[in-house]
């Protein structure tokens, strides 16, 4: 209803522009600040390293849910833009990743559980058999468990198929 109606944050009241808006307190109400963070941190994956505040260094870690075949989030950050896109079809999972200057990410990628699959970075094929399969200077393997791959990367755009 809320996003029907143009808002792009949570309003303190569902239904604030019926029901009493002359008194209306927030149009960005913090009791739903969980829901927000949910979208930012679990499901487009952008969340923060605690051990380097202000997004010096940020944790990738999208996780698709149920039936979505899609999500996106973006936040300015003191060293510019940081961007989150992935979609999923027919068994292939992109990620869209913009990681603003100086600074630095650790991307964890979803993968199937039991099954073969091939990472590439921009069509470059980078991990393949459970193992890394090519080199980059700004993408960097870091580790793998049942159902993701890890990799550190630098700033910049990146592309990321998992198939």
Same mark, same amino acid.
């Given at each position: 209803?809320?996003? $029907?109606?143009?808002?792009?944050?949570?309003?303190?009241?569902?239904?604030?522009?019926? $029901?009493?808006?002359?008194?209306?307190?927030?149009?960005?109400?913090?009791?739903?600040?969980?829901?927000?963070?949910?979208?930012?941190?679990?499901?487009?994956?952008?969340?923060?390293?605690?051990?380097?505040?202000?997004?010096?260094?940020?944790?990738?870690?999208?996780?698709?849910?149920?039936?979505?075949?899609?999500?996106?989030?973006?936040?300015?950050?003191?060293?510019?833009?940081?961007?989150?896109?992935?979609?999923?079809?027919?068994?292939?999972?992109?990620?869209?990743?913009?990681?603003?200057?100086?600074?630095?990410?650790?991307?964890?990628?979803?993968?199937? $559980?039991?099954? $073969?699959?091939?990472?590439?970075?921009?069509?470059?094929?980078?991990?393949?058999?459970?193992?890394?399969?090519?080199?980059?200077?700004?993408?960097?393997?870091?580790?793998?468990?049942?159902?993701?791959?890890?990799?550190?990367?630098?700033?910049?755009?990146?592309?990321?198929?998992?198939?």
């Amino acid at each position: 209803y809320m996003v $029907e109606k143009g808002a792009t944050t949570m309003w303190e009241l569902w239904n604030s522009d019926t $029901e009493r808006p002359d008194q209306m307190n927030s149009r960005n109400h913090f009791a739903y600040g969980s829901v927000g963070q949910w979208y930012f941190q679990y499901l487009a994956g952008i969340r923060p390293d605690f051990d380097q505040p202000g997004f010096k260094h940020t944790l990738i870690a999208p996780i698709p849910a149920g039936n979505l075949t899609w999500a996106e989030a973006s936040l300015q950050t003191g060293y510019g833009l940081l961007s989150s896109r992935w979609d999923r079809k027919d068994g292939v999972f992109t990620l869209n990743l913009l990681i603003p200057a100086n600074t630095t990410a650790t991307v964890k990628l979803p993968v199937p $559980e039991g099954k $073969e699959f091939t990472i590439t970075e921009s069509g470059r094929k980078i991990f393949e058999k459970g193992k890394v399969a090519g080199k980059s200077k700004d993408v960097q393997y870091a580790n793998s468990e049942k159902n993701s791959v890890t990799f550190a990367i630098s700033s910049g755009r990146y592309l990321f198929t998992v198939k």
